[in-house]
């Protein structure tokens, strides 16, 4: 509409400067010129004459000149006014940008022919509108996070100060009980140092940090080795895990990112699973991609949880029970290290069974 708008504009523009010489033409030769002579005889005091040969010599022989310096006049004229009406659009664009940035609710509205700018203008700020509330709720769940991490922290240093303090006050205690207490010191104290990595984590995260060194990785052999890392987790409940997978199946990425990946996942699933259920792997090539998938037996998570379960310290376990929940990081950082891998991570949970699939491009 604009286009459309600024082309009648030129169009008209010259139009009038055509028909704008033509007619001065036509009246500097007939009445404009008689006129002329009568000015210069009743201003000068001049015969007749005289007042013709000064009109033949200073106007009719310059009339092609007189006619373009009158045209040129005539177009400075229009011009302002268009570019004065070009310029009112500018003002509106800017206007527009400015109350990008402003906290108000309120639509951007522009003219009728800028309606396509407006329309981008509202879209612009809808998008950034709904990354500052991403962005305050991110960090809103971080600080949240910190907090929490922070009371956690206070309770197994308090037991672990506690217990010292009776071993120190208490020399001639029985050994059974002495062994008993420095069991407990030591867990409390692992639980303490797995809080603290979780504080690292957080301070360190910074996933456009993440490089990969890629290589031929034997992939059974790795989900073999993370399945008899787990094995002492998973036991405490009664869980165990199945392997369904080829021996000879091999991916191309970086071992030690990935690794991290099924790390992340194996985890999460060994925090929510049913106590006493299986945890199954499987690993396969179908239509030319590596699919990892990691099933096990939980609660059902609601969809709108699920949709969020990759964000950044996003957490299920809110009430934050001390067998339960990291940073809320895990899931984020196994995302981004397979989008890095061109592949796929995606969560479902239906009927008790949660599933996590890790799709990774075959690379030869």
Avoid: C
Wanted: hydrophobic share 40%; net charge negative.
């Amino acid at each position: 509409m604009l286009k459309r708008k600024a082309f009648l504009q030129m169009l008209l523009i010259t139009v009038i400067a055509v028909v704008t010489v033509l007619l001065m033409r036509d009246i500097l030769r007939g009445q404009i010129g008689d006129r002329i002579v009568q000015f210069l005889i009743y201003t000068f005091n001049l015969n007749n004459s005289d007042a013709l040969l000064i009109y033949h010599y200073v106007f009719r022989n310059n009339l092609d000149l007189i006619l373009l310096l009158l045209t040129l006049v005539f177009l400075v004229i229009l011009s302002w006014f268009t570019i004065s009406w070009f310029t009112k659009h500018f003002d509106e664009i800017s206007s527009g940008m400015d109350r990008l940035v402003e906290d108000s609710e309120d639509r951007i509205s522009l003219s009728p022919e800028m309606e396509f700018m407006e329309n981008r203008l509202n879209t612009i700020k809808d998008k950034l509108k709904r990354q500052k509330k991403a962005a305050q709720e991110a960090e809103q769940r971080k600080n949240d996070l910190v907090v929490y991490l922070a009371h956690d922290i206070r309770t197994p240093l308090t037991s672990i100060i506690g217990y010292l303090s009776l071993l120190g006050e208490a020399p001639d205690m029985p050994a059974e009980q002495r062994t008993k207490y420095t069991h407990i010191t030591l867990d409390k104290a692992y639980r303490l140092e797995e809080q603290i990595n979780e504080f690292f984590e957080i301070t360190r995260y910074n996933l456009q940090q993440i490089k990969l060194e890629k290589e031929m990785i034997d992939l059974y052999y790795m989900l073999v080795q993370m399945t008899d890392e787990f094995y002492p987790i998973l036991s405490e409940k009664g869980n165990t895990t199945v392997l369904h997978a080829d021996e000879n199946l091999t991916v191309y990425g970086d071992p030690v990112k990935l690794a991290r990946v099924f790390n992340n996942i194996l985890k999460n699933a060994a925090a929510y699973s049913y106590p006493n259920t299986e945890i199954v792997i499987s690993a396969e090539e179908i239509e030319g991609d590596i699919k990892i998938v990691f099933q096990n037996q939980g609660h059902t998570i609601p969809q709108d949880k699920l949709a969020a379960i990759f964000e950044k310290f996003y957490r299920l376990d809110e009430a934050r029970t001390a067998g339960t929940g990291g940073s809320g990081l895990g899931l984020s950082i196994a995302k981004e290290i397979v989008t890095l891998h061109s592949g796929t991570i995606v969560a479902q949970s239906k009927d008790n069974t949660v599933t996590f699939t890790v799709s990774l491009p075959v690379t030869y």
